[in-house]
């Protein structure tokens, strides 16, 4: 079975939250006989180099509403590879030469290329996977309104993406969700398609290395908080954990803040007017490598979870889990893991003042102690444990199976 992947971004050096878990339903294929391929299209602004392989395409705007609002490059990618001649065949050659058994469509915004490709007859007899991250709409909203983008040009971004999602669900022969929430969005479409719930998982820790400047950091002492550059990450952070401010923290080292999501907290109008005082408090590690980050986490007190906003699956959530150190999480933090919300170790908060007091608790309490059953239950969010027990690859040839020879053995 040949599974050809579509989505925004490149996979072959995985940083973000979309592209790992890309790249680990990619090695779970490759890992159970099936081969897989992925190609995008991608923002050549963030992403080139080694980032990028030779079945990636850098972007470039249709124009339009495209040009004129902002964050809406992802939508635009569709349009672009199905509208312009270089890029369509860029992705017709791709199709001719695997010849993919299974679309799966990471996310929706590639939809009009996948659309196009099927009016061609490039696609014909080809099961379609609609692999979502987010219901996407509300997600886009939040993000445009924080940017102060006017009502009406958020109106025109989300309705759009309302629609190619709702096109790529009714299209779909198999729907992959990341949460219960977004299983029950598509069944509430009325989409005829069986839906899989997979939630986010994690990596399995590798090496650990000390990064510069990691001896500031006093060893099972600190919180980590660990974000891209993401607007939800940087909102949440200053909501939950600025709002309240860092003064009744001690004047040592309680944070080691990673990804890129410092460089927006650092700038925020909660952090900088204080920066004098709170740098005592607070460590920025604005780009990590995974190394570092793990000889971060590993010798820290727990993780904090401050997440305000947005949809899907947190992969951090599943990385600080499995890490067997205190969690304090927001609900949102904590959707698809609500099943962990009582366990040792996991504190909720739904306010800034419990998250604050929580923090609190955790720096002046003691280290967490777990037993041998309560990690191995965490230890079910390493990817390769969750995705061997998701029945993904059964359900896909399930959904192809009233198609003759649709898939191959």
Partial sequence: ????????????????????????????????????????????????????????????????????????????????AAQNEAPLNHFRKIVEDFEPDVIQLDQPFMWPLVDKLQQLGDLSSVTLVYSSHNHEAPLKRSILEAAGVTSDKVKRATSLIEAVERDAVDAADLIVAVSQTEADYYRALGCGAPVLTIRNGTDRPGRSRRPYEGGELPPGEYLVFVGSAYPPNVTGFTNFVLSESLYGLPPTKQLAVCGGAADGIFGSQEYLPHASSYGDRVHFFSRPSDPELHWIQERSKGTILPISSGGGSNLKTAEALCGGKWVIATPVALRSFEDFEKEKGVLVARTPKQFRDAMLDVLHGPQLELTKKQLEKRHTLYWDNLLERSGLIAAIKKAASPMTGKVKA
């Fill in 1 to 80: 079975m040949n599974i050809l992947s579509l989505g925004t971004y490149p996979i072959a050096t995985p940083i973000h939250g979309g592209q790992r878990r890309v790249s680990n339903l990619g090695r779970y294929y490759k890992a159970n006989n099936t081969s897989f391929r992925y190609a995008s299209v991608y923002m050549p602004g963030t992403y080139g180099g080694s980032a990028v392989t030779a079945d990636d395409i850098p972007y470039a705007s249709p124009g339009g509403m495209f040009s004129d609002i902002p964050f809406i490059d992802d939508l635009g990618s569709g349009v672009f």
